[in-house]
Structure formats: structure tokens, C-alpha cells
């Protein structure tokens, strides 16, 4: 057990440099790609330095976040941040509890969804209708929308923030908990490492 935590100590340490190394491996083989004229491998080698990029920032993310929401705890080993070079920029994961009171947490940088979320946001008349309700979260704007049976209702609120949005899913608890607990992320530090 003792080694066990060792080494995991270890691998959460290392992983840092490892994803700088990656980095300036990927920036030195752009520029030796584009000093031979080679403008496809140098564009390829920029592109994985990017993602590479977005990976380290939304590790960054994570560290911002809170270790509790409400009553349950991070899933740490659960957390996951992946790029996706060309099409998004990064999708940050993480989860709260276990089971059926799970809550997923959920931040994506230059998602298309933001366009539709942003128009149901600017326009009251759409954005609090039935199942849809525009709420204020930490001076943000964000969409708070009930799925699910009546006798079980499940609330999910989406939060843009800048080109990034923040996505909070909690089955088993009320809006008006699922509000709090989005009042608990730091939205601004989050906003200003994803810039």
C-alpha cells in the first residue's frame, strides 16, 4: 500500500513536466519542420502544441475547483481533461458522490453549444419557459433546464463563461441546490485561466 501511494504521489508530480516536455518537443519540431519547409509537419507539430496547451491549462482548471459540493466529495481519480485539437478546445470532467446523488461537473473552452445557449440567455421569453428558467450564478447568466418524470425531476444548468461553458448535472437534488453549488466554483479565476 505504501508503494502504491508512493508511486502515485510520483506520477501526480511528473505529470506536469511531462506535459511541458511534450510541449516544447511539439514547439522545437514546428520550428525544425518549418525551417526544412516542411509547412505541413511544422502546421501538425503546432497543432498537437496547442492541444498539448489545452491540456495543461485545464489541469490548471481543476486545481481551481472544489474539493466538495454540497454533501459529496470529488471523485479525483474520476477527473480527466482532454483535448480535442480542431474542433473544441478542452473538456474538463470532474465528479462529486457516488451512485445515485452523483454529481458531474463539466467545463468545455470553444464549444459550438455556446451559440445556442447564448440566444436562450439574451432572449427571456425562450429562456424561462416550463422546463427552461434563466437564474444568475456568481453575476453570470446561466440556464437552469428540468428533465426527467414530475415525481423526479432532474435539473441541469449550463453557464457561459467568455468562449467556455460550464455544465453542472445533479440528479437528486432541487434547483435551488444545484444553484448553490454552481455558487461555489470560482467562476472569475476559472474565466481568466481560460482565456
Known amino acids: 500500500m505504501k508503494k502504491l501511494l508512493i508511486a502515485i504521489i510520483v506520477f501526480v508530480n511528473c505529470s506536469p513536466i511531462q506535459a511541458q516536455q511534450e510541449f516544447?518537443?511539439?514547439?522545437?519540431?514546428?520550428?525544425?519542420?518549418?525551417?526544412?519547409?516542411?509547412?505541413?509537419d511544422?502546421?501538425?507539430?503546432?497543432?498537437?502544441?496547442?492541444?498539448?496547451?489545452?491540456?495543461?491549462?485545464?489541469?490548471?482548471?481543476?486545481?481551481?475547483l472544489p474539493v466538495k459540493m454540497l454533501d459529496q466529495s470529488q471523485n479525483a481519480a474520476a477527473d480527466n481533461v482532454s483535448g480535442t485539437s480542431g474542433f473544441m478546445g478542452?473538456?474538463?470532467?470532474?465528479?462529486?458522490?457516488?451512485?445515485?446523488?452523483?454529481?458531474?461537473?463539466?467545463?468545455i473552452s470553444n464549444t459550438p453549444l455556446l451559440t445556442s445557449i447564448n440566444a436562450l440567455?439574451?432572449?427571456?421569453?425562450?429562456?424561462?419557459?416550463?422546463?427552461?428558467?434563466?437564474?444568475?450564478v456568481s453575476g453570470y447568466k446561466a440556464l437552469i433546464q428540468k428533465s426527467g418524470s414530475?415525481?423526479?425531476?432532474?435539473?441541469?444548468?449550463?453557464?457561459?463563461?467568455?468562449?467556455?461553458?460550464?455544465?453542472?448535472?445533479?440528479?437528486?437534488?432541487?434547483?435551488?441546490q444545484i444553484i448553490q453549488m454552481a455558487n461555489t466554483l470560482p467562476l472569475s479565476q476559472i474565466a481568466k485561466t481560460l482565456q
Not at 90 to 107: F, Q, S, T
Open 24 to 40: 516544447t518537443k511539439q514547439l522545437t519540431d514546428a520550428r525544425t519542420a518549418y525551417t526544412g519547409g516542411k509547412l505541413d
Open 42 to 64: 511544422s502546421r501538425f507539430a503546432m497543432q498537437q502544441m496547442l492541444l498539448e496547451l489545452d491540456i495543461i491549462t485545464g489541469k490548471e482548471v481543476l486545481k481551481l
Open 90 to 107: 478542452v473538456v474538463i470532467h470532474r465528479d462529486y458522490g457516488v451512485d445515485a446523488k452523483m454529481i458531474n461537473l463539466e467545463i
Open 121 to 136: 440567455l439574451s432572449l427571456p421569453l425562450l429562456g424561462n419557459t416550463g422546463d427552461m428558467k434563466v437564474v444568475k
Open 150 to 176: 414530475s415525481d423526479k425531476p432532474e435539473f441541469e444548468l449550463q453557464l457561459p463563461i467568455n468562449s467556455s461553458l460550464v455544465t453542472l448535472r445533479a440528479p437528486g437534488y432541487t434547483r435551488d
